[in-house]
């Protein structure tokens, strides 16, 4: 066994600290954001609050999740968040699955198509006219469809499939597979990874959006959890809704801001682990091509 140069091996050690470094400053304000949302609001205000609750509290969190809307809305956030996922999922793999194939037509001008839409959009006033004159307010699709295809997902997912070997799908057409069929059986199944890093992308994506909701919903008890948690900032709801007092008041407003972004990020922390193993492995196989 050849043993590591000396160079080599302060190269780990530099680059073990370099990652430690990254880890710690990563972590540390996610911990601090959940030790103030269990905080004091003295505590809170004094700056005594670092990595562990001080004056331990729950008063915010029972305020929140004693709230019906609140369940309402974070209902929507869960059905929103699925049903939009999966129609960006079924369109970006139609289309990148059409874009992998070198011989089609148009090729070059499908992909100029996506990419300048990267670059340009229409603006604000022109999507909410059509959206409105579509009759898609106050409906998932208002969420759905304007976000229905991410560029970068779509270049990604692109690539893995043209790094696919192309006998299989050659061999499945003479077994009379149809196009469909080909990339039901043959291609999907290869490309786990990517599916689940796109999967990821995407339900992450809806699961923090808000301002789409907040465009084109008019009724409250159709806003996802991001908008009540906003509205909950700012004061427009919370306290009032939960018949909290003046004291409650004072404790929502020092730790409000810490227990969204927790009980916003907690879901997906919670289906994090289960796709991370497709993470890397996805990005790079997609990433090997262009």
């Known amino acids: ?49 670092t990595l562990w609750p001080q004056g331990f509290n729950l008063t915010t969190y029972e305020i929140v999740l004693k709230d019906a809307m609140f369940w309402r809305n974070y209902g929507n956030t869960v059905f929103y968040t699925v049903v939009s996922t999966a129609v960006a999922m079924v369109l970006t793999t139609c289309y990148a699955y059409v874009l992998s194939k070198k011989h089609l037509r148009g090729r070059t001008a499908l992909v100029g198509i996506a990419v300048f839409t990267m670059f340009f959009t229409g603006g604000l006033i022109p999507q909410y ?3 409105t004159s579509l009759g898609l307010k106050n409906s998932v699709w208002a969420i759905a469809l304007p976000n229905a295809i991410s560029v970068f997902n779509l270049l ?67 806003m996802p959890v991001t908008v009540y948690l906003r509205n909950l900032i700012q004061g427009a709801t919370g306290g009032s809704n939960a018949g909290a007092g003046a004291e409650q ?36 196989l997609g990433a090997v091509k262009s």
């Open 249 to 284: 008041l004072t404790q929502v407003a020092a730790n409000i801001q810490a227990v969204t972004i927790v009980l916003t990020a907690l879901p997906i922390l919670c289906v994090y682990p289960f796709v991370q193993r497709y993470f890397v492995s996805g990005v790079m």
């Open 129 to 131: 006219v059509l959206i």
């Open 1 to 49: 066994m050849v043993r590591p140069s000396r160079s080599y091996r302060v190269f780990q050690g530099v680059n073990g600290l370099v990652l430690t470094f990254v880890v710690v400053v990563t972590l540390y304000p996610f911990l601090n954001i959940v030790a103030r949302s269990f905080s004091g609001e003295r505590q809170i205000r004094s700056g005594e609050v």
């Open 156 to 222: 990604v997912m692109k690539a893995f499939f043209e790094s696919l070997p192309t006998e299989l799908e050659e061999a499945a057409e003479i077994d009379g597979l149809s196009t469909y069929g080909v990339l039901l059986r043959i291609v999907l199944p290869l490309s786990k990874a990517v599916v689940a890093t796109m999967v990821l992308f995407y339900s992450v994506s809806f699961w923090n959006s808000w301002f789409s909701a907040f465009l084109y919903m008019d009724r409250s008890d159709l």
